[in-house]
């Protein structure tokens, strides 16, 4: 088996993700942050422990403001519904994904002005527009970093500079780069970063998080869920202390143990590292496949621009069908469809059939690579 659907989650998980998770369940399995004995301060500390993780991986001075998800839409939502309120204005791209379209759309009934910046056929940005687009007034410029379908990467510095002129925040949808390459919040200027732990950080399904830079009022953003913290019992009323604001209910600790062991192994093998040997992969790919009479590859072909996320059509073959034997005749496993993004596909000129996705990761090898090449080659043929 070939596993290329990383971009929707990693797999394999490093055998130290497979054993905190163990650990967690076998020896400190409290409820964190809540009683005062050995096990559920055991528990709080891996929790924290990960917090402060993903705060020095991510250059955010604070780990409380590490706001812990169950995924990249949870900490998605709770930065569009906490921030927006009717009557601002938010300014977006073609090619989100509906984690972040899905909210927007809903707000957009309440009365949030969305405008969506287009992009041109290969998915890049049309920054003259973006920045037409980012009027003084405009309370929020939401962006994903990569797109989960052609891969290409935003310029988020660029990005945050014209936001932050017109005097408004940037969140920026780090699915598809938190973990595959190096990601400097302050550097970057980003407000606030929505991703997944599942992901590139790889860790389990059932976690994310949601970064609130300094410039971000938590006090003025409405928590989407209410309830037990472990902390001001005595009151009724939400507390305001981060991360508590918005992280009610018991935690997700055994994944989120999970996730840390997931940070610290990206970590020690090195962003760069990971960055640039999956970019070979990702390039070998994109060689091999434009290649391939009847094959167009979708998204800018210079690896600077991208992650390793590349989408293919075959001409002749449905999606559907190339993804099918993909898997049955050549246990390939990759991702076909409109991937959650069809805005994307509407940008490419693929919907609504949308694409097939190859997506390598950090286990992912050359032959691998020559695997699905060769058998795509083979579906072209028969
Ligand atoms: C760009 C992008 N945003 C958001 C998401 C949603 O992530 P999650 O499944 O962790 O909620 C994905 C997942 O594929 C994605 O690729």
Redesign the pocket.
Known sequence: MIYLDN???SWPKPPEVLRAMVDFLEHHGGNPGRSGHRLSIEAGRAVYETREALAELLNVADPLRVILT???????NIALLGLLRPGDRVVTTAI?????MRPLRALEKDGVSVVVVPSAPDTTLDMAELARAIQPGTRLVAV?????VTGVLLPVAEISRLAHAAGALLLV????TVGVLPLDVQALGIDLL??????GLLGP?G??ALVLGPAVDASAMKPVLRGGTGSRSESQEQPEDLPDKFESGTPNGVCLAGLGAGVRYVRQRGLARIREAEMRLASALIRGLAAIPGVTVHGPLDSAQRVAVVSFILAERSVSEVGLRLDEESGILCRVGL???PGTHRTLGTFPEGTVRFAPGPFTTMDDIAAALRAVERIRRQ
């Open positions: 971009a929707a989650t169950f995924n990249a839409t949870h900490a998605l989100e994904h509906n984690s972040m994903s970093h990569a797109s989960n949808d780090a699915a598809q929505a991703f997944s732990g599942h992901k399904p976690t994310g991937h959650c993004a």
